[in-house]
């Protein structure tokens, strides 16, 4: 083990690391300058706890309902062989085969380490896209892999991919409903983006193995059932817009190594549980620990972080939590206070705030000119 695996494994505290998914891939990439976040998801940090702990436990989640909802579709997707998925393959791709193979890649002979599961998906997929089968195959649950700020992390699988005649699909099967053929337009975007990252996942794959990555198709299948009944629907999405930005966010993202330099080594989220896993760190000195990490809070982090309570929070009466267009607008000016001072002209301003203070007087005299009421 490096000194970045062990100062992570110190700053989660021993308990088993939270894997990252497709869903913690997506929520990164959309704030990748927030260091808190980045760290805490490097070192596979209990976000939910530890928000949970200092009070301010996140307002989301899947409730025990959705999830139970969830297993029962993707079971019924995939009962008798996929027998149902290849029905909704058929009429999305325009596919005229009988059957398809079906291979399910979690179970890597007994063995559940991550190393090994990704070189068998490694294996198989290598070998599908040397030698593509005219018949198609569906390859459930294949473990793959994606560096983020510098490291090689596991992406959990929840996804099937689908190979055929050479050219590979990603199919995503969620449990939110298409009524009368639409859906939420919020679930349908966070599902593309997250169908992207394993696309991208998957021809980082190819590639590595010298293969065309275009092979991995930009056009998604997303399963959902239809109507509140358990019929199941499938729609071809094409994300190539949430590929480039994903590509381009990842890219941005800095090193875990650079981020951890900047850290007391010390640094601990630990939540030191009892033998029945309750708690026990005092909440003065979480908090403490939590503050040391930089984060880059915008109104975004409430629908994608567990830790966005706690950050607004702390966030509270500066212009980042206004969001992104307003703090890069007033990039030299961080406090709301010193905003309202500019713009009376009670303040005075540095000379990097000179030309935000005008911006800030001609805006309140304009609101003073449209709000004035005639005599
Ligand atoms: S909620 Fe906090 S930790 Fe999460 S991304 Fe936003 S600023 Fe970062």
């Known amino acids: 083990m490096n000194s970045t695996e062990q100062q992570l494994e110190h700053l989660r505290g021993p308990v088993p690391p939270i894997a990252h998914n497709a869903r913690t891939i ?25 928000a949970a702990r200092v009070g301010f436990p996140p307002p ?3 409730s025990p309902f959705a999830i139970t909802r969830t297993r029962a579709f993707t079971a019924q997707v995939k009962a008798n062989g996929c027998a149902e998925l290849l029905r909704m393959l058929r009429e999305v791709l325009d596919l005229k085969i009988p059957e398809v193979a079906y291979r399910d890649l979690e179970d890597a002979g007994g063995n559940e380490s991550q190393e090994v599961r990704h070189a068998l998906a490694r294996q198989v997929l290598g070998n599908a896209a040397e ?5 198609g195959t ?18 959990e699988p929840d996804l099937i991919a689908f190979q055929y005649q050479g050219t590979f699909y990603v199919i995503e099967i969620k ?29 980082r794959l190819l590639a590595s193995l010298g293969h065309d990555p275009a092979r991995v198709s930009h056009e998604v299948v997303l399963v959902c059932p239809e109507n509140f009944s ?9 994300v190539r817009r ?12 800095t090193g875990i190594d650079k981020l951890l330099a900047t850290l007391d080594p010390g640094l601990t989220l630990d939540l030191a549980p009892d033998r029945d896993g309750a708690p026990t760190r005092p909440v003065g000195e979480l908090c403490v620990a939590i503050e040391h990490i930089p984060a880059r809070y915008s109104p975004e982090c409430l629908s994608m972080c567990e830790m966005s309570y706690f950050c607004r929070r702390e966030a509270l009466g500066t212009t980042r939590a206004l969001g992104h267009s307003v703090s ?14 500019l713009a009376a002209g009670r303040l005075t301003p540095a000379p990097e705030q000179i030309e935000a203070a005008a911006v800030l007087r001609a805006a309140l005299r304009l609101r003073g000119e449209s709000v004035e009421v005639p005599a």
């Open 328 to 341: 890069e607008e007033l990039g030299s000016v961080e406090w709301i206070d010193t905003v309202l001072g």
């Open 175 to 203: 449990s939110f409903a298409v009524i009368d053929g639409q859906a939420d337009g919020g679930k349908v975007a966070a599902a593309a983006v997250q169908s992207a990252v394993y696309v991208v996942a998957l021809r």
């Open 131 to 135: 030698h593509a089968d005219e018949s």
């Open 138 to 155: 569906l390859f459930d649950h294949p473990l793959l892999r994606l560096p983020v700020g510098g490291r090689q992390v596991f992406l």
């Open 242 to 253: 949430q590929l480039t930005v994903l590509n381009r966010q990842l890219n941005r993202m």
């Open 26 to 50: 997506a929520a990164l990439t959309t704030n990748p300058g927030c260091a808190r976040r980045a760290v805490m998801d490097a070192a596979g940090v209990d976000k939910r706890a530890v």
């Open 60 to 62: 989301y989640g899947q």
């Open 230 to 238: 358990n019929h199941a629907v499938a729609t071809k999405l094409d």
